[in-house]
């Protein structure tokens, strides 16, 4: 059982650096979508809209 408590306790560690890993992930996000606003948007087919809270969304 003890040895059990020590595996989670080690998971839990990794658990910042997982966290921070999607921070990075999430932080390249909007040079994603700016890239794809760039090539989509002189075709008129893709607008990206930011509602009243905060959701980015797609119209197309």
Do not use: A, D, E, W
């Not at 658990?15 to 890239?35: A, E, R, S, T, V």
């Amino acid at each position: 059982m003890k040895n059990r408590f020590g595996q989670l306790c080690k998971n839990f560690g990794q658990l910042p650096k997982i966290f921070g890993q999607l921070c990075k992930n999430f932080g390249q996000l909007p040079k994603n979508f700016g890239q794809l606003s760039k090539n989509f948007g002189h075709l008129g087919l893709l607008r990206l809209n930011t509602n009243h809270n905060g959701t980015t969304y797609v119209q197309i």
